[in-house]
């Protein structure tokens, strides 16, 4: 159903408010770059540290600029079913057209439990659900049987992949088949994915870099593989050097020194340590073909 290159958004801050006017203006940034869809209020939009009235906001606003241009998959996941439910009618009810839903975590349920908590949130919305299986960060992974019997729900349509395992790949893909969505939840594993079967990526380095990353993952998706390839190796610097800490505390560095937004983090996320930051300035003196233009950003 999904396809391409869909861009973690960020959420931009100032002076601890969400910088709507940023926030525009990243969206139309990623449009005019290329992306095939946005994802806001995910992992790199810092949604744990967002109240409900700013999720919201977000989407909202996300929804309401890309005006149809591009699918809105807003992340709506909790480790409490109920709450998962209601951010979920909320996303719905703003326009997004899908939603992405992370393992619970902190409670550790059994397989079971995750296949009746994803389940019952699909039984609750009329919109698509990627599932988002990302244990670095849950303690909790999605096995690959679970995973294919959630694809026999109707609207469960994805996985965001993020174990940093090619075998959970290659079994979520033979398991689910060709109908079933397998996005790359990790930058440096988009490629190899890919060659796996894998229908795109919910992506970080996007945020800064559109054009490149959505000529990576078209150029993959129509058989250019070499073309992919040779992209995957010019964007890798850039990958890894926004993961030098957290995400997303390099990526918001990043855009800061592009003029997207400010580098305004909520504790218990901080900005990035001096050091960090000249690596990352230095990297992306490297790669100066791979970034936008002031024109571009403007």
């Known amino acids: ?45 810092e949604s744990p540290s967002l109240s409900e009235e700013e999720d919201r906001t977000v989407i909202e606003t996300v929804v309401r600029v890309a005006n149809g241009r591009v699918p809105v998959v807003a992340g709506t996941g909790s480790n409490s079913t109920s709450m998962a439910i209601k951010y979920t ?83 979520v893909k033979h398991l689910c088949g060709d109908d079933f969505d397998v996005f790359s939840g990790d930058d440096p ?17 996007s945020n800064i870099a559109p054009a490149a990353y959505s000529e990576m993952v078209d150029a993959m998706n129509s058989g250019d593989v070499e073309r992919g390839r040779e992209l995957h190796y010019e964007l890798l610097p850039l990958f890894r050097a926004l993961s030098v800490e957290t995400n997303p505390i390099p990526v918001k560095a990043a855009a800061s020194l592009l003029g997207l937004c400010s580098d305004e983090m909520r504790l218990p996320m901080v900005p990035l340590a001096d050091e960090n930051l000249a690596k990352l300035r230095e990297v992306m003196e490297t790669v100066p073909h791979l970034l936008p233009t002031p024109e571009e950003v403007l």
Do not use: W
Request: with cysteine; glycine share 12%.
């Open 189 to 205: 594993m988009t490629f190899p994915i890919m060659a796996l079967g894998g229908n795109g990526a919910i992506a970080v380095a």
């Open 89 to 171: 009618k909320m996303a719905e009810e703003a326009g997004a057209d899908g939603s992405l839903q992370v393992a619970p975590y902190y409670n550790k349920p059994t397989q079971e439990g995750l296949y009746r908590h994803f389940a019952t949130v699909a039984e609750n919305t009329a919109l698509p659900i990627v599932l988002y299986n990302i244990p670095g960060r849950t303690s909790v992974t999605i096995s690959a049987e679970t995973i294919a019997r959630l694809a026999e729900v109707s609207n469960i349509v994805g996985v965001k992949e993020s174990t940093l395992s090619m075998n959970m790949a290659s079994d």
């Open 1 to 45: 159903m999904f396809s391409g290159a869909f861009t973690a958004l960020v959420t931009p801050f100032r002076n601890g408010e969400i910088d709507v006017e940023a926030l525009e203006g990243l969206v139309e940034f990623q449009i005019k770059g290329g992306v095939s869809g946005l994802v806001p209020c995910g992992t790199t939009g």
